[in-house]
């Protein structure tokens, strides 16, 4: 049962340069998210998705773009990197809709550097 | 607007001592307050979470938490802390009163809690 996996775990790149964080979850979860993780910040939500090609705004949204084709993925993409967006990014999903008690489950995160 | 407060950054305590994590929330309508731990280069995981019913709720890894109405606090507690439980631990809110199809959730700081043999 693998869950929900993050790739890569680890990036380095350039200012200006396009990254893609992969995302997939084996549950069918209707919902997945993508946050970061920045100190004295705790996790804020950047977007998040209802169902394949739904998706929607978080609280920072702005250098990023997301897409979902397939229930299953949910990738992040940092179309022009820059420094402030160095930071650890975690997906998420839960199971249904509009259902405030679903728990969200977390992958294990990756690691961008932004140089 | 919904928010969450955790005043400690660290917390540090003695294997086999009680220990407590604070976290007090603001939301309008009715609260549901979750529990997340993280440990080094890995992702959160669930340790409980508070809806309805009775305020003391019961976790994963011995873990519990009380909920106070009257204090606005979700504080996380453990009757015997261990070596293993030194983590990051994040508390979360929901806003009852806000439609549920954005399902989301907003995070504390975190607290650092550091378990010495």
């Known amino acids: 049962d693998a869950g929900i996996t993050q790739s890569p775990r680890y990036k380095i790149t350039e200012t200006g340069r396009q990254v893609t964080l992969m995302c997939h979850q084996t549950?069918?979860?209707?919902?997945m998210f993508w946050y970061r993780q920045d100190l004295g910040h705790g996790l804020r939500l950047i977007y998040y998705?209802?169902?394949?090609?739904?998706?929607d705004k978080g609280e920072v949204p702005d250098g990023y773009v997301v897409s979902r084709s397939k229930t299953e993925n949910f990738p992040l993409t940092l179309e022009s990197a820059t420094r402030s967006q160095t930071s650890v990014y975690f997906c998420?999903?839960?199971?249904?809709?509009?259902?405030?008690?679903?728990?969200?489950?977390f992958g294990p995160g990756t690691r961008l550097t932004v140089l | 607007a919904q928010s969450v407060a955790q005043p400690e950054d660290q917390v540090n305590v003695a294997e086999g001592n009680p220990l407590t994590v604070k976290c007090t929330y603001s939301?309008?309508?009715?609260?549901?307050l979750f529990w997340y731990v993280q440990y080094p280069n890995r992702g959160l995981q669930f340790l409980l979470k508070?809806?309805?019913?009775?305020?003391l709720v019961k976790g994963s890894y011995g873990f519990e938490a009380e909920f106070n109405k009257s204090q606005t606090s979700f504080h996380l507690k453990k009757p015997s802390a261990l070596v293993s439980d030194s983590a990051l631990y994040f508390c979360?809110?929901?806003?009852?009163?806000?439609?549920?199809?954005?399902?989301?959730?907003?995070f504390g700081t975190g607290t650092l809690l550091a378990v010495q043999p």
């Open positions: 998705s209802a169902a394949a090609d739904i998706t």
């Open positions: 508070y809806i309805t019913g009775d305020n």
């Open positions: 939301v309008s309508g009715n609260p549901y």
């Open positions: 549950w069918s979860h209707s919902y």
């Open positions: 979360a809110v929901r806003d009852g009163r806000y439609g549920g199809a954005t399902n989301k959730l907003i």
């Open positions: 998420a999903s839960s199971e249904s809709m509009a259902s405030y008690t679903d728990t969200q489950y």
